[in-house]
């Protein structure tokens, strides 16, 4: 007699895949984002070519200025490692069509300039080597593409045939990040106005098919739709709209926000607006507070370093993560709701809650958590006295915050 191995069926393997890809990407928490390209020459931001309507013929006049002869691979996976963060989404392609990966499907693309070689690549192997997650941002739009305007089958049939590359060409990714559709924010044409469907199921099925662990993302600023696996929110925290983006509620699926770390995604000379280590440590606090990730976005230097006040700050939220990152990484928000001096996150089945105390009180905290609990300062392991009583415990604080951007107190609740 034979005995035959059960089959697991195919739909059931690719939803357990997909349940452990979306824990996995709500357990890494803090990411790096790389907007760069031809358009970090100008070094006016990733827009210049809309803003200031340079013409394509004079536009491709940047790639063969493309020589980033600092770029180094191993460099930016190891500040990722310094900064704490645990994936990085890299601009594939951006508005203006460029390509910084080696596509077959145009000559648009990074491997036809002076520097000759393909980035993602590169990316790939050294953020493998370290454990770190790759995904890729993709413009659906395209500036400079001919079929964009004049025979959009083709079009669509050309962006998903790069969008198989991507998922076919390096090893296993972990998301890919769309833009470039926005049916709440129509703009003019030429450069803006889909000339028909996106095919946009068909584009998600196709994903999923080819990357059984890659989420989808679309930075469209309404509403997720059927396919998609995480809602993004840019420049701004979950259900915040400052940046006059954000208009859709809070959905169900997991979130994200992404940042810039100065004014602009792509490299900006003239943009020295950065915002301090504090605001950036505080702003990946709330978003741990609201369930979110949060994605910190770089825009690199024509020849291809990270700005040096980009990698300060970087490392400095780094250096405050080693301190206080298991109140971070793998936490979810509650089970005490958001409180006017900041946050209270887990890990489930942990046992212990941490305090996120962002507005420092005068000299003691009460939490609404019954039983008893010991506490302690997460930065320095000092002891905290505590007073348990009617459902709540008080915590006595020392009269100044010992971190001023964010003072983590650990709570282990007694059995």
Sequence with gaps: ?????????????????????????????????????????????EWVMHQEQIPTAEYAKLPPQFAPSRFDAEAYADLMEAAGQKYMVFDAKHHDGFCLFDTALTDWKVTRTPFGRDPVAELAQALCKRSLIL???????????????????????????????LCTKYGEIGMIWLDG???????????????????????????????????????????????????MFEQDLPGENTAGFNAESVGALPLESCLTVNGNWGYHAGD?????????????????GRDSNLLLNVGPTPDGDVQPEHVERLRAVGDWLRINGEAVYENRPGPVPPQPWGYVTHRPDDGRLF?????????????????????????????????SREGAVT?????????????????????
């Excluded at 962002?358 to 010991?374: E, F, I, N, Q, R």
């Excluded at 915590?395 to 609740?413: G, I, N």
């Design 1 to 45: 007699m034979t005995f035959m191995r059960p089959v697991e069926d195919t739909s059931s393997a690719l939803l357990k895949a997909h349940l452990l890809a979306v824990k996995r990407f709500r357990d890494l928490r803090f990411g790096l984002f790389v907007n760069w390209g031809v358009y970090s020459i100008p070094g006016r931001g």
């Design 135 to 165: 995904g890729f941002y993709y413009s659906l739009l395209d500036w400079t593409h001919p079929a964009y305007r004049n025979d959009w089958p083709a079009y669509v049939a050309y962006y998903q045939g790069q969008i198989r590359e």
């Design 181 to 231: 559709y926005w049916p709440a924010h129509p703009l003019p044409a030429p450069h803006f106005g889909e000339g028909g469907s996106w095919q946009l199921a068909e584009t998600y099925d196709m994903i999923h098919t080819l990357q059984p662990n890659a989420l989808i993302g679309n930075n469209h600023h309404v509403g997720p739709l059927k396919g998609e696996d995480f809602q």
């Design 272 to 288: 020295h607006n950065h915002k301090s280590p504090r605001e950036l440590i505080r702003f990946l606090v709330q978003c741990i």
């Design 355 to 387: 305090l996120h105390i962002l507005d420092w009180p005068s000299a003691s905290l009460t939490v609404p958590v019954p039983g008893d609990c010991s506490a302690r300062l997460l930065c320095d392991a000092t002891r905290i006295a505590t007073v």
């Design 395 to 415: 915590l006595s604080l020392p009269r100044t915050p010992p971190d001023k951007a964010d003072t983590v107190v650990e709570l282990t609740l007694t059995p």
